[in-house]
Structure formats: C-alpha cells, structure tokens
C-alpha cells in the first residue's frame, strides 16, 4: 500500500514538474527562434544594401551604369536572400514588409519591432562596407534614392506608395491559403516583382519601397532631399494593402485542414 501510494506521488511529483517546465521551455524556445529570426533578418539587409548598391557603383569611365543594372542587381540579390534566409526569418528586409506582417498577423508586434531595429541598422552597416571597399573617387551619389527633378515631393510620395502597394500586395497573396498552389519558385517571382517596380519607377524616385534602404546610402552620403517621402509612402502603401488585401480580397476558408499550407512567408 504505501510502496503504491509512495509511485503514485512520484509520478504526481514528475508530471507537476514536468507541466511546470513547460512555459519555460516554450519562453526558451520562442525567445531562441525569435533571435535566430533577428539575426537573419540584420544579415539579410545587410546583403540588400551592399550587394544590391554594388550594382550602381560607376565602373570604367562611365558617369553611371546602364539602366538595368540597379534593377537586376536588386532583383536577383533579393533572390539570392530569400534562399539563404526565408526559411528562417521570412527575408523581409524591409520594415514596410515587416508592417504588413504585422497587420496581417503573421509574426507579432514585438519581433517586428526587432525586425525594423535591425533592418535600419543592417541597410547602415551594408553601405558603410561597400563604401569602404569602393574607390575613394566614385559619386557620393550612388544608390541614393531622391524624386526626379521635376518631380514635387507629393508626385513622388504618390510613386512611391503605389510601388510599395504592388510589392505588398504580392506578399500578401504568398500568405493567402487560397494562393498556396501558386507559391513554387517564389524567390524568382518575388526577384523578377522587385525588378520590375525598379524599372518602372526608378527614373522617377529611385523605387526605394524600402525606408532602411533609403536610410543607410543617405547617412554615408548625407542626401536628405525630399527623405520623408521614403518613409511615408513605403508605410502608407504598405497599410493600405494590407488592410484591403486581408479584409477585401482575402476569402475565409471554411475547411483550412483541406488545403496543403506551407507556411509560407513574406520575403521581400
């Protein structure tokens, strides 16, 4: 009886210690996924910027390089980004994306905040090495993104919330269950989307879409023309689709254990 009573209490003993671990370990865990995420996401801006501006520095003689080089250089470095990082932090690199995350409910208000920190930081560290490793000669103008000179500051806060409503309304489809079968190869769709903006409105603002993007090439540089606008129209036109994607556009699946959901996350 008391040999019985005396397994009974021990297992009582263990379960209670067992269930007391449990939010521990779960803390434990969230907090280790969380920093592994942050980290991804400071290296991945990182690349954004030194690779991506890398593309804009002058080479040869020439005043500036061809046209499409900006454009695809982004375009494949966001790419190259997503494969080495999506899987662990989502590859914003962007803290407008990361807004959309946000609002969507994709990851919660605290890491994006992480998020954001380490985006601006990591867009400041990336330019600061590829101005340490550029030719002490080239333009102090390279890979800043201002309004063309014709273009008023509200012309172009108008690009560049369109832009950004483009780029972030096709992340948002990456997260709508009903899109899941379209997802194959989304680090080449997403790099030929971030090329394809580039293009169209490159001439026009710089297509930044991107405030940290905007942030790291105008502190090296100090080019703080019209800087506003790059904040408010990437947030402006993150928002707006978000909130229409998710509670326009997005359908409620009433069977969700019927659709193969990958987890899929926003990448650019």
Known sequence: MDAGHEIVTEDLVVKEITRSRQPKNKIISWCSDSWRAILAEFLATISLLFFGCMTCVPIDNLPMNPPLYGPLGFGLIVILNIQIFGH???????????????????????????????????????YGVLVGLSPANISTAVCITQPHARFTEYQALGVEILLTTGLVLANCAVWDPVNVNNNESSSIKFGLIVAALCVAGGPLTGASMNPARSLGPAIWTNTWNAHWVYYAGPFLGSASATVFYKYVWLLKVKEPETLSWTGSKCRV
């Open 88 to 126: 662990i932090s989502g590859a914003h690199m962007n803290p407008a994306v990361t807004l959309s995350a946000i609002i969507w409910g994709k990851i919660s208000v605290v890491l994006g905040i992480g998020y954001i920190i380490v985006q601006f930081f990591g867009a400041i560290i990336g």
